[in-house]
């Protein structure tokens, strides 16, 4: 089952390929979902770091 993930499909002889993780989803991903994610632990971190200290 697992040698199945990426391979293409092939209907009336046509061969159609499955969906990929392209670069521009990657730049998405990275742009729209890690960088915002990153940025509120770090700022929680930050927070959290200066209500111990003091």
Same mark, same amino acid.
Do not use: E
């Given at each position: 089952? @697992?040698?199945? %993930?990426? =391979?293409? !499909? $092939? %209907?009336? @002889?046509?061969? $159609?390929? =499955? =969906? @990929?993780? +392209? *670069? /521009? *989803? /990657? !730049?998405?991903? %990275? *742009?729209? #979902? *890690? #960088?915002? #994610?990153?940025? #509120?632990?770090?700022?929680?971190? &930050?927070?959290? &770091?200066? +209500? $111990?200290?003091?």
């Amino acid at each position: 089952m @697992g040698s199945q %993930i990426n =391979r293409s !499909v $092939i %209907i009336d @002889g046509q061969s $159609i390929p =499955r =969906r @990929g993780f +392209t *670069a /521009w *989803a /990657w !730049v998405y991903f %990275i *742009a729209f #979902v *890690a #960088v915002p #994610v990153l940025g #509120v632990a770090a700022f929680l971190d &930050y927070l959290l &770091y200066l +209500t $111990i200290i003091r």
